[in-house]
């Protein structure tokens, strides 16, 4: 562990270790330690740290206090064919996500399209490792979970959507292309990053207190008012994803799980595809290098960088973490090992 | 037929005739001729006038000029359980969407949810009429389609992304809740509409001709310059899209289609599940009642209407329209009566 001014490199076996150790001691089996460990891990070194070890106390917060039960086992609902429903038993939502994903594959190898729908599960945290997971086996992955109410629709002031995000994924090059995408244009926490530098968003990201559209990030976070990606295109995805998560798992709503402010209680779905059932599965792979060729030839504005496919830039984060080790906030990663000896930290993880 | 200044009024029923008549005339079978016709008047009675009754003279420019075959018949190139490959054979879109949405149900009557993937096809005019067919039989649907590169990737100044409309549909109250989004924020037909009447729109859409974000529609119509819906989002979106509908149909990209300027070949995928074999079947319509209703409680904002979810507006658009007939620009119903005795005025009707 190398120390920078607020930054500390941590090695992923290191972290992968420190989780499980922590996991473990909040009765985690040693095997779903090791799995839920290896997630929050793997997400780190992809370098989408809000879902990976800056998000781990959160996560341990909601186990010590039980609203993630540690070794809950997804019960089958209801089955026909290729669809089955499970109850997650508010279990931990990455292990639930791979069991979901694991049996959609599952159902893909036995009839070319499979169909895990979940309920009562918790926040899988980053939506794009199930996609990973699939696409790096040979099969497309469409997934998606609803998630506490975060967003206004457009052309409403209170917060009725969540932020839903869809993934879809797919093979390729030995890896994946993986598109992960909330509705919301932004998050609340890659605002508070841009807010903290006093930058300007890009775009327009939501409303100020005027009711006005705004870049500037603490604006909006001082009226939580974020738009949807789009619009009201994301607003209307939003909704949809909500209701087919409902009614396929038959679980929660967002409405129903902002009741209270703790975020529990998800609904979700896996669809996998098995491309090796298809009858051109040989001339797929040359199709996607032709389809991301054709993609990189665009040429870039004057600002921009590379343009880049879903999950390209991700590759980069994991090259880069796993040769030099993952970058971390010293002060997420001082409660982190505070926490290997003492979870009463915990306290101080807020719930939201 | 009623006249008002420069629209007319057309009732349904003629309007389909109108139709059916023309293409019988342009080597349709009659019962092929009277389905397609059948898709553009309820496009049109839907209030999509730019996939319905306004598209119908390009529609038959294809047909006349061998790019769309008139009475081609789909044909089944490999099967594995739930999912299936069909070669569309450059047949109507419209024709072969139908057939495609109508074997995805088959599909998933038998396994719980089914997948066709079509290659070969043409332009399926509206993606929600897909959407609503399946949804009003009690599936839910999910389906895309790639299309000619009409977009640039964010970031990027030439356009080599498809705006690969995306539709997600399901039952509500004997009628159906259908998203159907382009993933470009606008349409070039919506901003000339907006330029015509010389307004700005409501938010960004593209960029002039000095690479600044605009939400003037003629400085974008000038550079066609256009955002993706969500700007980054909606490009991922598109390419995922397109390199789905490639590898799952075995059809054309987005990038081999736009080789001429005529939009043809395309490629399209439809996903259905059959949600009377789910558990819960019998509490989904209260399932999403209440989160209707909870999205209808949404305060407005000062300057909005109603806010409505995907397909409200629809609805309403199609009881007017029933009741009052629909209204229909005089020039472009003008063109389509003469289109009945007289093709060679197609020739005044551009490809793209």
Known sequence: MEETTSTVIVQADEMQDCFSNILIKLGFTESNAKQC?????????????????????????????????ANAVPSLQSKFGGIEQWDGNMGAGPLNGVHATDNAMRLATEYGIGCVALSNTNHWMRAGYYGWRAAKKGFVFIGWTNTIANMPAWGATDARLGNNPLVMAMPYNYEAIVLDMAMSQYSLGAMEQVAMRNEMLPVNAGFDKDGKLTNDPSAILATRRLIPTGYWKGAGLSL??????????NGLSTQEISKIPVEYGLSQVFIAIDLSKLGNHSSMAAAIENIIADYHRSIPDGGSQKITYPGERVMQSRKKNLANGIPVMKKVWDLITTLQTDTSVLDRVPYI
């Open 240 to 249: 949809v994803l909500d209701l087919l998560s409902v009614i396929l798992s």
């Open 37 to 69: 460990a290896e997630i929050f891990t793997a997400n780190s070194v992809d370098g989408v740290y809000t879902h990976g070890v800056n998000r781990f106390p959160r996560f341990a917060r909601y186990v010590r206090d039980g609203y993630v039960k």
